[in-house]
């Protein structure tokens, strides 16, 4: 009989570089470890999955407004801490870079080549005014059901 | 033999209106998946079971300054990122609208009907000064003890 | 035969004061309950484990910024919300001596008597700079490996 795989689901709610970072470093780990991870990205967690050209879209005026308040894309997320205008990551990329670590728009791309399921709230893209063609491919699109279906199964639940 | 009810439970510890409305989707839909669902609301996620009038009650003076520099209710509370003095409530007030979703106070009403079990945090009330005529009807009053018990069997279990 | 210990696990990657008090409070409250606690201090959650006096320590420069800026020990450290600088944390330590209840020191004093697994994550103390010396004694070091073998195993396992 085959065991069943574990599970591991993260609810990435923050747009703040360090916390995506922490989110991708577990998911990344528990793919390793052959879990089978979902991150589901919801307000502001939505950031680290778009594409950091301009996409032109029509829209409203509050859609347009979040779409360029927002940041386009993990690489332009701040920081949680000691953001200081932009500083703050510019200091921790530098930090990634010495200690041959992984930034944010790389542990994306290693999550993606292990398979770990990155969903998109479609929800709160309605209410943030995201659409598909902005964010990266290869990302699933799926409301809270799909959540909670995966994580009542999970053996790691987290809310980053 | 009847197959047990899964279990979610929800540590509402975050004062802000976004972080408190994903808590409340995600519990009412577990509460529509038919899981028992417990949020527990400590620090300022207490202000969201706030009454919005003013109660008259008899306090310290830290204990009044807390209650007046704190938002008085779920519709009072600010957003966790883009806030703008007000304004970013007001946007997302506005979309929330504009696609037929629930404000974070119909939220809490829903979650009321479905038999969602909110807890406040009683040794949080004691330190922020908060009564329980201050709060809404309907709420539990119960400690860390509780929560544990409950999120020991739960099958979702999120800090938010 | 033994029945087996229940686990909980917490990620502590916030440097606040009030969501490290959280953290602290339900570790204590898990391990008064015997389960097996694992707490795992990564990013700016290190901070709650560093010593209050300065350990002179041979530095990069951005390591030597990051040691300057960050709260040196649980004491130090502010709050998630209101913290007006500094004030915030003074009115809270005053309610929780009036009430009785403990400060955050000596909730993570209390972790410790009641052998909480303290663990600082090895990569983002590389990341931050900072050393073994500059944290408690006590504490266990390690990286997500570890962690995701408890979690995976956990009962309830919590991002705060």
Sequence with gaps: MK??????????FSGDYDKAMAAYIIANGAAAYDHEVTIFHTFWGLNAL???EQVPMKKGFIEKMFGKMMPRGADK???SKMNFAGMGPKMIKKVIKKHNAMTLPQ???MAQEQ???????TMTMDLLGLKEEELLE?????????????ASEGNVNLFI
């Design 107 to 109: 542990l994306i791309e």
């Design 3 to 12: 065991e069943q795989k574990k599970k591991t689901t993260i609810v990435l």
């Design 115 to 121: 398979e770990v399921n990155l969903i998109a709230c």
């Design 50 to 52: 778009r594409k950091d």
């Design 138 to 150: 290869g990302i699933e699109y799926a409301g809270v059901a799909a959540y909670l279906g995966e």
């Design 77 to 79: 997320m701040g920081l």
